[in-house]
């Protein structure tokens, strides 16, 4: 096959998908890395005239040395930024002018050369020998591993280069011992400079010594019941693993790449670990939601591969609980819910309408209530888990132990984000029953009506905001009205405008089991 059918024929492979592709010369040396929104998009252009090919002598040069070329699919165009910055550090291509997409992200700065080095965070990467560590997407993590890096090894925070007197007076981190004060001779620089070396390989990604000693520490504030300190020793570990993942080379063959969410996979890792026969393909997700027992709703969520179904989505009012018991509501959504499926499964003759794991926003007590329930209508065999929010921690019934999972992994990450969906169509549902209850509330004040009516009237309409654009005859056709008092009604209605009471949207969502 010759080099423009080898490159035809691979051209019509290629994906629209973001990514970073490689330009190769006959000897398979990669002389220009680029990315692309749409790599068959992207690449294409190289071997099709265009107006630019005539006028741009470097653009000539490069096609005519193109034998070949090599493609690596991502999942967003950040990390074809991250990869493609790295690989043009890596293999230098000589039609590569510069990396000038690292201003875009967050850079950890500092010279070595000076006096007393300090490390800064900078957009901007100059030639001025200084060494950079990055970039980083996410500068939330990286602004927090600096922190972490300054206090592990004792780094100047100071804002002046050379602090005075009065400055190192009030100088906090001194007299927390964040700070070993080189600026007054506490330390000589040859010692600080080895402190700023060895910041240094941490930011290099050499972070292992570290790591261990902050999970070190957070057991100990676990054991100790120091929950707050333990959650902000979590936070810190994930940060590392975050913004220190960043920084790993990128190995030639295969090109690896930064962790991002990728709902199948997570979904089959979380199988795994949960030691399920198979991965979860449905995933159903619940939550309570009320104010001091009042308007206590339900939600089911649901999550066919990894990713949101919400023609699976459901809601509850809850009928059987009268005062704020979470267990107790959790308890009869949960038996509604399944009741119906065992019903309508048998009906049918089949099971592939109950999921394969069942989610729970909350500790053991919900987990158990539920996991009750079940055995009750004898579906125990439905694998059932809860996810407390405090540490993250997942509970199984009957286990009082928790399994507590890397924040790193994406198979948290995919309980995370079921978790929070159904919290938020909880929330949602319940906002709306307390929004209609006081748009419902002008009803009391129009005289000759009474609750029986009022009824009458929400049952035929919904609610009020849909009563407001009803006619005359529509609401005349209501039991217990006429013609006279659907007039007076309309009119009432309008001289209350819509203003004068909160607005909801109306519910394009699905509607509520009974």
Not at 50 to 56: F, G, L, N, T
Not at 472 to 478: G, K
Request: aromatic share 8%; hydrophobic share 35%.
């Amino acid at each position: 096959m010759s080099t423009s059918e080898l490159i035809r024929t691979k051209l019509g492979k290629l994906p629209h998908k973001p990514g970073i592709y490689l330009m190769k010369d006959r000897f398979g040396t990669v002389i220009y890395v680029g990315k692309a929104r749409d790599l068959r998009r992207r690449v294409s252009q190289y071997f099709h005239p265009s107006r630019r090919y005539a006028w741009d002598l470097k653009l000539q040069a490069l096609v005519e040395a193109i034998s070949d070329f090599d493609i690596h699919q991502v999942n967003s165009e950040p990390e074809a930024l991250l990869l493609e910055g790295k690989l043009i550090k890596e293999f230098k291509p000589r039609y590569n002018v510069s990396f000038k997409d690292d201003k875009r992200f967050l850079l950890i700065k500092v010279n070595l050369n000076d006096p007393i080095p300090n490390f800064v965070i900078t957009r901007l990467k100059k030639e001025d020998q200084a060494r950079y560590f990055g970039p980083f997407v996410d500068s939330v993590a990286a602004r927090r591993t600096l922190d972490i890096a300054k206090k592990q090894f004792s780094l100047r925070s100071c804002r002046t280069f050379t602090p005075s007197e009065n400055d190192y007076k009030h100088c906090m981190y001194r007299h927390l011992k964040f700070c070993t004060a080189p600026c007054i001779g506490n330390v000589t620089t040859e010692e600080y400079k080895l402190q700023v070396k060895s910041a240094c390989e941490f930011m290099d990604g050499q972070i292992e010594s570290i790591r261990e000693q902050l999970k070190h520490e957070m057991e100990l504030a676990s054991k100790g019941l120091n929950f707050e300190k333990a959650a902000q020793l979590r936070d810190a570990i994930a940060s590392l693993e975050v913004s220190t993942q960043k920084q790993r080379n990128f190995d030639r063959v295969p090109y690896s790449l930064p962790l991002a969410i990728h709902p199948e996979e997570d979904m089959e890792q979380l199988g795994r670990i949960l030691g399920l026969p198979a991965p979860p393909l449905r995933i159903e997700g619940y939550d309570i939601s009320n104010i001091s027992g009042s308007f206590s709703v339900g939600s089911l969520v649901s999550f066919y591969k990894g990713k949101p179904d919400p023609s699976g989505y459901r809601r509850f009012r809850i009928k059987g609980v009268t005062q704020q018991d979470d267990f107790a509501c959790m308890a009869e959504v949960i038996e509604r819910r399944y009741t119906r499926l065992k019903r309508e499964s048998s009906s049918e003759k089949q099971e592939s309408s109950f999921p394969q794991l069942i989610v729970i926003d909350g500790g053991l007590g919900q987990v158990n209530a539920a996991y009750g329930v079940l055995k009750q209508l004898g579906l125990g065999e439905i694998p059932i888990i809860g996810l407390a929010k405090k540490l993250e921690e997942i509970y199984r019934p009957g286990d009082s132990s928790p399994l507590v999972l890397d924040h790193s992994l994406g198979a948290l990450k995919l309980l995370q984000r079921i978790r929070d969906e159904s919290h938020r169509f909880a929330n949602n549902y319940n906002a709306q029953l307390r929004l209609r209850k006081i748009q419902e509330s002008i009803l009391d004040e129009f005289p000759g009506i009474g609750e029986h009516r009022k009824a009458d009237l929400l049952k035929r309409f919904g609610s009020v905001h849909r009563l407001r654009r009803a006619t005359v005859e529509e609401i005349a056709e209501v039991p217990r009205f006429g013609t006279q008092l659907a007039i007076k009604l309309v009119d009432f209605l309008k001289a209350r405008s819509e203003s004068d009471v909160p607005k909801t949207e109306e519910n394009n969502e699905p509607s509520a089991e009974n």
